[in-house]
């Protein structure tokens, strides 16, 4: 095939002018190393979840070590009119974690990772009148030819905040958007929130506060889920003194109104390192509900 | 299994005595942010292209978000006897885009990521006679265990230079190999090239010529492909006044003698920013041709 | 679904006020292009190894052109009490090559790469009390659900060193842990290691010695395999006078007593570009075992 030296150039564009200048790039990273466990694990016929070579146990834990890490690059530049355009790309390595979000169905099992991960595209526009974000949300369940994308829209009013976002999903009638306002005085925050779900036609809304002063922080947030007609809370605390920092949650996600909660505490080492541990009770998580603890180091870079 | 602390070290090189210094590392990057459209499709029995929920209609359009986000690093050194030598990596996101070269059998259709892509290794030397260039060019057709490379070389002898290359491709007979000569005079320039494909033991051939002036661009090119006795034709201007660029190209490739064209406009925002628009219409896809517009923000850091 | 705007964020850690600051990154790269060769190989009923089109010769040669590229980015952060904490993640571009390794079941057959490649994650905390590291080892054998681990502490005391290693594997009785103390006297070292395998229920032990003076360098070290009642040795030299390194190295691996070996050039350009050349055999491989060769240049950045 005859090389290609003269391609159509029609669509490249003349953006091309500003040199690449390694001022426009801010780069960042962080790293984790420990270990965590999880417990109430039922293992079915044939299955070996603790790796003790005996299958079908009941009440088995999941140990694993941790260790992750990331780099990311944020590259921002500035039109001749100041608007701030921008986007950051994120390399994971591989690595090894155990899932620590109790609302997300893997909670307490293992991630082995055989495969790099590089960061879905997110590209920015700011300027006097708030900030526009396009987000690439994957691939479609729908088709697999096609992509999700988020559109996020932010602005700030002095104390006034507000925030709208569109979900683009391909296929008919699946589209989410809301808007969520908030409002800040002084040490604390309240909100308010609202958003159309068009796969359900029915829609979620919250309302949440929060308070920091004297080291103290927290906030609570109500949810009202109409298509379920279900509420979910959730409520967390923090108290940092010194180098220590001690929090707590406690949370009803889903429409069982069981309570899952957690505990941790963090010691701060300073440059960006600390260490860190928590246990958290995901009561959706199998019939008895799932516990996990970890400890470990963590660094921002 | 012992730890190979002390491996055979012999393969390692010497090349290591040049401590790694930021100073070699030129950062780049790019990001998109638009919206386009494709139409005159067809859907197969079953098949949805446009995301309606309704299958097997004619002249559907296919419509997508456009978010794409890439970070590139250059490396480059220089010996004590004054070669340089470097290479290039790129990071692209997982992003989501609409096929727009006319040239590739994919126009107009969507490519949603669901992996990270890195480029391909590209390495080069560079000297007083001219730089020389290893390009991989992927997992070869033939044999997936081997792979394919081009070798480039290129030199400038005052208003005149020429590129020679030659595309090695694992298995018999299948390589191709080609020079062009470039003659530069002023706002002017003119070109000659020829390629022998082994494959088909046959050869092509084309001539150029380009001009920029008074902020007026434009070139065309006519190509001689041989084992098919087929002429094709490209053809592009550019106009630039103040912020804006405004193009156009014709082209016919391929067998078929029809014309491919497109129109394009783009206006920059300085600092690396344009917002750009564009229509292309593609004869060579499906019976009746295939029509696409975009328009978005281009970024370059 | 409900955006998450204040999702359950107890487990993110405090260890966030170490803002980026690019001082913390050091980047380095690699680049190689070259050619290599391997022979001696019997391709099979319907196998074409030499790519020339006719299947089950004996005695045919692998060829191929290798190019290969990556970048890595170092993080380093220091804590108020004197603490180094870091991470080093590689992006390797897809690339082409020949693998040189001749303890590798591999040996002088060609990698071409289809996918990116990035590093498994690596981090470190060091002190006055030593170096601890924690490294993913990839997705486990017995489990890929899981991954195995490896921790490594080192740390010198004057002229002595010790690394001691513990490689975690998830399933029973499949772990390996080790110890190698290193006594260095002016030009001089010598070291003696012992690793028991849980899998075997055995061990290995090893001792050598290395010299390095008037440009001549070299070590030797034995290995006793004691669940296989096998001895393994390994010699190498390397002589560097002016620009040029001359290596040669001889090795037994394996159970079968037979010797591998090869020999080295290399010219140093300086800048940390060389120009390398080798000869490997690798009795191991095949009935009659396998020759390869290799030139190229190699880039540090």
Same mark, same amino acid.
């Given at each position: 095939m005859k090389k290609i030296l003269l391609a159509s150039t029609i669509l490249a564009g003349t953006a091309g002018f500003a040199a690449a200048d390694n001022a426009n790039f801010t780069f960042s990273g962080e790293a984790y190393m420990g270990i965590a466990a999880s417990w109430n694990w039922d293992e079915a016929v044939g299955q070996d979840i603790d790796g003790d070579g005996v299958t079908g146990e009941a009440d088995v834990t999941r140990f694993t070590p941790e260790v992750t890490a990331e780099f990311s690059a944020a590259m921002m530049t500035t039109t001749d009119g100041g608007?701030?355009?921008?986007?950051?790309?994120?390399?994971?390595?591989?690595?090894?974690?155990?899932?620590?979000?109790?609302?997300?169905?893997?909670?307490?099992?293992?991630?082995?990772?055989? /495969?790099?991960?590089?960061?879905? #595209?997110? !590209?920015?526009? $700011?300027?006097?009148?708030?900030? *526009?974000?396009? +987000?690439? =949300?994957?691939?479609s369940a729908g088709n697999p030819e096609f992509g999700d994308v988020d559109f996020e829209y932010a602005h700030s009013f002095g104390d006034f905040s507000i925030e709208a976002w569109y979900e683009y999903r391909w296929g008919p009638d699946n589209d989410d958007y809301g808007l969520e306002g908030k409002y800040s005085f002084?040490?604390?925050?309240?909100?308010?929130?609202?958003?159309?779900?068009? /796969?359900?036609?029915?829609?979620? #809304?919250? !309302?949440?506060? $929060?308070?920091?002063?004297?080291? *103290?922080?927290? +906030?609570? =947030?109500?949810?009202?889920?109409?298509?379920?007609?279900?509420?979910?809370?959730?409520?967390?605390?923090?108290?940092?003194?010194?180098?220590?920092?001690?929090?707590?949650?406690?949370?009803?996600?889903?429409?069982?109104?069981?309570?899952?909660?957690?505990?941790?505490?963090?010691?701060d080492l300073g440059g960006g390192v600390s260490v860190d541990g928590a246990y958290i009770f995901d009561n959706d998580a199998t019939v008895d509900g799932v516990s996990m603890a970890k400890v470990g180091v963590a660094m921002k870079f």
């Amino acid at each position: 095939m005859k090389k290609i030296l003269l391609a159509s150039t029609i669509l490249a564009g003349t953006a091309g002018f500003a040199a690449a200048d390694n001022a426009n790039f801010t780069f960042s990273g962080e790293a984790y190393m420990g270990i965590a466990a999880s417990w109430n694990w039922d293992e079915a016929v044939g299955q070996d979840i603790d790796g003790d070579g005996v299958t079908g146990e009941a009440d088995v834990t999941r140990f694993t070590p941790e260790v992750t890490a990331e780099f990311s690059a944020a590259m921002m530049t500035t039109t001749d009119g100041g608007l701030e355009a921008g986007t950051k790309i994120t390399v994971e390595t591989r690595g090894l974690s155990m899932e620590d979000d109790h609302t997300d169905g893997g909670f307490g099992t293992v991630t082995a990772d055989s /495969a790099a991960t590089v960061s879905r #595209a997110e !590209v920015w526009l $700011s300027g006097d009148w708030g900030k *526009f974000t396009m +987000e690439y =949300e994957g691939v479609s369940a729908g088709n697999p030819e096609f992509g999700d994308v988020d559109f996020e829209y932010a602005h700030s009013f002095g104390d006034f905040s507000i925030e709208a976002w569109y979900e683009y999903r391909w296929g008919p009638d699946n589209d989410d958007y809301g808007l969520e306002g908030k409002y800040s005085f002084g040490d604390y925050a309240v909100w308010l929130g609202y958003e159309h779900q068009e /796969a359900v036609n029915d829609y979620e #809304a919250w !309302v949440g506060a $929060s308070a920091a002063l004297n080291g *103290f922080s927290g +906030e609570v =947030e109500a949810t009202y889920v109409s298509v379920a007609d279900d509420w979910d809370f959730y409520a967390e605390a923090n108290y940092t003194i010194d180098a220590f920092t001690f929090g707590a949650f406690i949370e009803d996600d889903g429409t069982d109104d069981d309570w899952d909660y957690g505990v941790n505490a963090s010691y701060d080492l300073g440059g960006g390192v600390s260490v860190d541990g928590a246990y958290i009770f995901d009561n959706d998580a199998t019939v008895d509900g799932v516990s996990m603890a970890k400890v470990g180091v963590a660094m921002k870079f």
